[in-house]
């Protein structure tokens, strides 16, 4: 086993993108883009068995008032949601006895970067769907569980709709009934100002990152990252939202109400509409 900070970004990209559960998050540009902005150090660690990349590891350092804090992913606030370890395309399909062997060496391979960073704390969200976390509780992390949900677009749309509850369903005949339509855009003016209102808001007075972390972000992924705008039937916009289109469909950054309007779960339904559609 061994450790490495990988500094080739084309072998990073071409790991994570063969990588079941990697995501847009753990991609170079994305990860070099939210360390520059979050005033963290973006580390792309790689874990190897052997001459095998196993599993990368993209970590954020930075030292506060004297101590070491190694984050996955940094503190975003409902901008980076889950990051961590990235297990190798070989990983999902492998027999039982080889997976927890794999996480062995990754369990290894974190310890070794442990004692290089040696942080007084240490967090990682890993990515939904990394369920085998024993070997990170026997090594002393603390456990939780968070939850998301994932919707399987193989059915029809029409098993799709009826599978939503009949409350939902109602809600999405009066907004359709009212003329609301949906619409990818190219200014990130509206979407910005709405998100950072509600993050201000008393109930919740968070600071939103710049908005030029986003510009950049989606000057690095003009095609997996867009801005979709919900609009009544006089054009008004009533809903904002950011999607992620790479591997899968991930609702990202969004959804305030606007003006009081409850069209968040409608906005929903068109997002999963285009999902379908895209395939």
């Known amino acids: ?33 939210t360390g520059r902005w979050t005033g963290y150090t ?22 506060i008032c004297g101590l070491s804090i190694v984050l996955s992913p ?10 961590g370890v990235v297990m190798g395309r070989d990983y999902n399909a492998a027999k039982q006895s080889r997976r927890e062997s794999m996480l062995q060496v990754v ?19 890993l990515v939904p769907g990394f369920c085998d976390i024993r070997r990170f509780s ?19 749309l029409e098993v799709l709709r009826e599978n939503l509850n009949k409350k939902l369903r109602a809600n999405i005949r ?15 003016g509206p979407f910005y ?23 950049e972000i989606f000057g690095a992924y003009p095609d997996h990252v867009h801005v979709y705008y919900l609009y009544d039937r006089s054009g008004e916009i009533k ?12 609702l990202w950054v969004g959804g305030p109400k606007i003006d009081g309007t409850p069209a968040n779960e409608y906005f929903q339904w068109l997002q999963l509409m285009d999902a379908k559609e895209k395939g």
């Not at 490495?4 to 170079?28: C, M, N, Q, Y």
């Not at 940094?74 to 990051?83: F, G, S, T």
């Not at 998100?195 to 990152?209: A, G, H, K, Q, Y």
Request: hydrophobic fraction near 35%; charged fraction near 25%.
């Open 1 to 33: 086993m061994s450790v490495e900070e990988i500094s080739d970004k084309k072998a990073w990209d071409t790991f994570v993108d063969a990588a079941p559960s990697g995501l847009l998050f753990h991609r170079w540009d994305f990860l070099k883009v």
């Open 42 to 63: 973006a580390l792309p660690y790689g874990i190897y068995r052997g001459e095998e990349l196993i599993a990368a590891c993209p970590l954020f350092h930075k030292r």
């Open 74 to 83: 940094p503190p975003l606030q409902a901008v980076v949601p889950y990051l």
């Open 107 to 125: 369990a290894e391979g974190l310890r070794d970067i442990s004692d290089d960073l040696t942080p007084d704390y240490f967090s990682m969200n």
């Open 138 to 156: 026997r090594d002393g992390y603390r456990v939780g569980i968070n939850y998301t949900y994932a919707i399987d677009l193989t059915p029809p």
């Open 174 to 188: 009066k907004f359709e009934k009212d003329g609301y339509f949906m619409e990818q855009g190219d200014d990130l």
């Open 193 to 215: 100002e709405a998100v950072s209102r509600r993050f201000s808001s008393p109930d919740m007075n968070v600071p939103l990152i710049t908005r030029q972390y986003f510009e």
């Open 239 to 250: 809903g904002v939202g950011t999607t992620q289109e790479y591997k899968r469909y991930i």
